[in-house]
């Protein structure tokens, strides 16, 4: 068994530079206010508005750096305070997912697709995948360990080059499991 760490993601946004703009100004510069598992990633001190059919969340972190498109990834209970469907995918595969308004300090984007629920998976280097017998998409079983230990199935494996190894979770799946900082799961292949 492979035992790994596990890093809990909170609802968040992925802004390309385009849509950063217009929601901050141009070359508005973004604070880091904390690293995260994946090398260059970070949290930024700025966070934005999104809204739905039904609701509004306040107070939804930028993650740094931009990206080619812009994303919400919510956990599946903020689908009832927004009142959307928002698919549970990858967070490249966009395609027909849930509309979105996102609300800024300087203007306000409306996204027609770009909504999610980010499936689980594992980030690890092509070594790591080769030393451990995994394959890049690859679907597997992990057990974490605990009081509450449970195994999730369906988690994707992604690896490259530019990842470090940590499986995400959100917070939904880490609540339910009782996972705290620095928890850990074993790989069941």
Same mark, same amino acid.
């Given at each position: 068994?492979?035992?790994?760490?596990?890093?809990?993601?909170?609802?968040?946004?992925?802004?390309?530079?385009?849509?950063?703009?217009?929601?901050?100004?141009?070359?508005?510069?973004?604070?880091?206010?904390?690293?995260?598992?994946?090398?260059?990633?970070?949290?930024?001190?700025?966070?934005?508005?999104?809204?739905?059919?039904?609701?509004?969340?306040?107070? =939804?972190?930028?993650? @740094?750096?931009?990206?080619?498109?812009?994303? %919400?990834?919510?956990?599946?209970?903020?689908?009832?305070? +927004?009142? %959307?469907?928002?698919?549970?995918?990858?967070?490249?595969?966009?395609?027909?997912? @849930?509309?979105?308004?996102?609300?800024?300090?300087?203007?306000?984007?409306?996204?027609?697709?770009?909504?999610?629920?980010?499936?689980?998976?594992?980030?690890?280097?092509?070594?790591?995948?080769? &030393?451990?017998?995994?394959?890049?998409?690859?679907?597997?079983? =992990?057990?974490?360990?605990?009081?509450?230990? %449970?195994?999730?199935?369906? %988690?994707?494996?992604?690896?490259?080059?530019?990842?470090? +190894?940590?499986?995400? +979770? &959100?917070?939904?799946?880490?609540?339910?499991?009782?996972?705290?900082?620095?928890?850990?799961?074993?790989? +069941?292949?």
């Amino acid at each position: 068994m492979v035992r790994i760490p596990i890093s809990i993601s909170n609802r968040h946004i992925h802004l390309s530079e385009a849509d950063a703009n217009t929601l901050f100004g141009t070359g508005y510069p973004f604070k880091e206010i904390k690293k995260l598992s994946q090398p260059g990633q970070f949290a930024c001190e700025e966070t934005l508005t999104i809204k739905g059919p039904k609701g509004e969340i306040n107070g =939804v972190r930028i993650l @740094w750096p931009f990206r080619k498109f812009t994303q %919400v990834e919510i956990l599946q209970s903020d689908t009832y305070k +927004l009142g %959307v469907q928002a698919p549970i995918r990858e967070s490249w595969d966009l395609e027909g997912s @849930w509309a979105i308004t996102i609300k800024g300090p300087k203007g306000e984007i409306q996204l027609n697709q770009g909504l999610i629920v980010a499936q689980r998976h594992i980030h690890l280097s092509v070594a790591e995948a080769k &030393d451990f017998n995994l394959k890049n998409w690859q679907i597997v079983s =992990v057990k974490t360990v605990g009081e509450r230990a %449970v195994i999730f199935e369906n %988690v994707i494996i992604r690896a490259g080059d530019a990842y470090a +190894l940590d499986m995400h +979770l &959100d917070m939904d799946e880490a609540n339910a499991a009782a996972l705290w900082a620095g928890a850990r799961g074993e790989i +069941l292949a």
